[in-house]
């Protein structure tokens, strides 16, 4: 995939740009769901974008609590750090690490559910290689709210969308396909667009897919 980024450091790590809007934002929200925790990482992808097979569409990292101890770990923040300089990792996907270090960690327990069945059928570390995930903005919160304006931040994330479908590969939308069409000209017509059904519950499965779609995925997947 053809694609240059641009700061990447600037504009993933708390940005000036972003920060005061979601200053701005916070103001709004203090001790809502939604106030953004600008002190933890912020996630904008997860896995690598410019050689997934598959690429997932979701709105912004949750918070349950227990996310201020990991992204304080020095181990776990570079692997976050790292995924988003695009450096070459054994898990891209580092949801996926298959290591003990990473039992307890509110997204690994996620991937584990949602991405049961392609698990079973490729196997994590193989998966990791294959799929990336897209927030519509990467920073974390109880829950989603609109920002009310497009941070600099989410410019590069929506141009990694439209390279992806120059190349024509499968994209999932896993939540909120009115916010995802509205900033991605074109997706909504999509030919390789893939919808969940229950968005509530968006499990990477047979059953959460149009018949044939997941088979259709599978195959995607297990090709080298």
């Known amino acids: 995939m053809t694609f240059t980024i641009k700061n990447t450091n600037d504009l993933n790590f708390l940005s000036e740009e972003d920060i005061s809007i979601l200053e701005e ?4 929200k203090n001790g809502t769901s939604a106030e953004i925790k600008t002190t933890l990482l912020p ?3 997860i896995g690598n974008p410019l050689k997934a ?4 569409l979701a709105l912004n990292p949750g918070f349950e609590g ?6 304080a770990d020095e181990k776990f923040a570079r692997l976050i750090k790292d995924n988003i300089e695009f450096k070459e990792s054994g898990y891209p996907y580092y949801y996926l690490n298959e290591h003990k270090d990473f039992d307890g960690n509110p997204g690994h327990i996620w991937c584990k559910r949602i991405f049961k069945e392609l698990i079973a059928e490729i196997g994590a570390k193989d998966l990791s290689k294959k ?6 903005h990467g920073y974390h919160s109880k829950k989603y709210s609109p920002i009310g304006k497009t941070l600099p931040s989410q410019e590069q994330t ?20 009115k916010i995802w069409f509205a900033a991605i000209t074109g997706l ?6 893939i919808i ?7 499990t990477i499965s047979r059953g959460n897919m149009q018949a044939g779609s997941f088979d259709n995925l599978l195959e995607t997947l297990k090709k080298n």
């Open 196 to 202: 969940l059904n229950n968005p509530r519950n968006p």
């Open 188 to 193: 909504e017509t999509y030919e390789h667009l």
């Open 25 to 28: 934002f916070n103001i709004k």
């Open 66 to 71: 227990s996310e201020k101890k990991w992204h």
């Open 158 to 177: 929506f141009e990694l969308v439209k390279a992806t479908m120059k190349l024509e590969i499968p994209i999932v939308l896993m939540r909120s396909k």
């Open 53 to 56: 097979k598959v690429l997932l």
């Open 43 to 45: 996630e904008p992808f």
């Open 131 to 136: 799929i990336a995930c897209v927030q519509y």
